[in-house]
């Protein structure tokens, strides 16, 4: 082994963590600030959910879970922003639910804000029905009657007023289910709604997640699926509206390159120093 | 120019980044405050959507009296924290749990196990099936203990070790993808939200 790849093997072994933050710091923060542009393929997964959402007619309601709290909205927020729009464009009925405490006011906020783009009234086009403690056991209520698991909405209102919920009293009378998790709230609809109740179940998730849900893909339990910032940026694709998570993506394919570029000479310095 | 609210979240998110170099007090203090303002929101949040509603108001106003029994079994659950008596606390977690497996047990037979095993029947006319087939064959002989992994089985569990080492790399993946979208979003905040405006506004 000659002196140079020596060195090499040294440098490389004994590099400052440090010099690894700094290069994800760059690979980071340089495509946010002069975006390079690169390609986003699109899922069969997530082209499935846009293609199962586009296919609902008019009125139909979509049944949307916000379970997710502010640790994971940098990748669920995104999403959801652009389930929201392509919903409210469809002059879709949209009743959104929580299965945590602190997110009815975040729900509350998307909603209203992408409602009024399109000129959506609250209780008439969606309701925020907010949180309800229980998890399965409000599932399995919602299953008997929707007013008796949520008597008012998140403002207080008597959920029986609003016409947003005529005709919706469980889960058969709703289209579609998407929940946007960042835990097991997903797997908890599938089991309940979906394989019981037979509602069509769609997902969100963070990619830490992905693994987990491509079973329930396979397996037709999921109709489709985003996932992470990825499948964020795909949704905004699909609905020719590109936000951060589009312009998230570059940064995340350079931050990847640079990982594996990492992950690449550590493991050849290692192999190579047991050869010496 | 941003306001107020802005310029605190960008210098605090500054403050936390600053531990990539080295640990400090700044860094500590601002850990130590976050922790606190996280857990005395979250029980604001916990006795404003959970307390209230579902105890207190149907308590107090509606008249609900059998309520009493679950509040009750909620407060001997503290008794843990007692020099005495704390085997009550036995008691709640014992219901829940019960409650929870009763719930559970069905939901998890028709919802999981039995869609789940049904998608591994599948013709194997694909490579994607064949991997299917194979990788669950052989990953659940890996968790066969009542033989030794010897002859025909330990290749088998050997092939599910390899099955079960690349989902947790994908695991892993997915992983290191969630994180840097966390990165990306306090740095895109930083630019775009915070410093650029920032910026722009002193120009």
């Not at chain 1, 495509?31 to 293609?51: C, K, N, W």
């Not at chain 2, 947790?168 to 997915?174: D, H, I, K, V, W």
Request: proline share 5%; glycine share 8%.
């Amino acid at each position: 082994m000659n002196e140079r790849v020596r060195r090499w093997i040294e440098a490389v072994s004994l590099l400052d963590r440090r010099f690894i933050f700094v290069a994800i710091a760059v690979a980071v923060v340089a495509p946010l600030l002069v975006p390079i542009g690169l390609p986003l393929r699109t899922s069969r997964e997530a082209q499935a959910l846009y293609d199962r959402v586009e296919s609902l007619p008019e009125r139909a309601v979509v049944v949307l879970g916000f379970d997710y709290d502010p640790s994971s909205m940098p990748e669920l927020a995104p999403m959801t922003r652009a389930i929201l729009d392509h919903l409210f464009r469809k002059n879709l009925r949209v009743i959104a639910l929580t299965n945590y405490a602190q997110t009815g006011p975040i729900a509350e906020r998307q909603l209203v804000e992408i409602a009024a783009r399109f000129g959506r009234r609250p209780g008439v086009d969606f309701v925020n029905l907010g949180y309800k403690a229980g998890n399965e056991t409000v599932i399995l209520a919602v299953a008997n009657d929707f007013r008796s698991a949520y008597p008012v909405d998140h403002r207080g209102i008597p959920t029986d007023s609003l016409p947003v919920m005529a005709g919706v009293h469980t889960w058969k009378d709703a289209s579609l289910l998407i929940d946007i998790a960042h835990g097991a709230t997903t797997d908890q609809y599938v089991r309940i709604a979906g394989a019981r109740f037979g509602l069509p179940v769609g997902a969100g998730c963070t990619a830490v997640s992905i693994p987990r849900y491509y079973s329930y893909l396979q397996s037709g339990q999921l109709v489709g699926l985003l996932g992470g910032l990825q499948g964020a940026a795909e949704y905004e694709r699909f609905i020719r509206k590109p936000g951060f998570a589009s312009a998230g993506m570059d940064a995340q394919s350079m931050a990847h390159l640079a990982i594996l570029i990492l992950v690449a000479a550590g493991n050849a310095a290692f192999f190579l120093s047991r050869r010496r | 120019m941003p306001h107020a609210g802005v310029w605190v979240a960008g210098l605090l998110t500054l403050v936390i980044f600053s531990f990539l170099y080295r640990d400090n007090p700044v860094y500590r203090t601002i850990e130590h405050v976050y922790v606190g303002i996280s857990a005395g929101y979250y029980i604001a949040v916990m006795w404003h959507n959970v307390l209230v509603p579902n105890l207190l108001m149907p308590l107090l106003q509606d008249g609900h009296w059998v309520l009493v029994v679950p509040a009750a079994l909620s407060l001997l659950l503290f008794t843990r924290f007692l020099p005495r008596g704390g085997w009550l606390a036995r008691w709640p977690i014992a219901i829940y749990v019960g409650v929870y497996a009763a719930i559970n047990l069905q939901q998890y037979v028709q919802g999981d196990i039995l869609p789940q095993a049904q998608a591994t029947i599948v013709p194997l006319k694909t490579f994607g099936n064949v991997v299917i087939v194979a990788g669950t064959l052989t990953t659940l002989s890996y968790f066969f203990f009542s033989r030794e992994h010897r002859g025909a089985l330990g290749v088998s569990a050997r092939i599910g070790i390899w099955f079960l080492m690349i989902s947790f790399g994908a695991a892993f993946g997915t992983t290191v993808m969630s994180r840097m979208s966390l990165v990306i979003a306090r740095a895109y905040f930083v630019i775009h939200e915070w410093l650029g405006p920032a910026l722009a506004a002193m120009r």
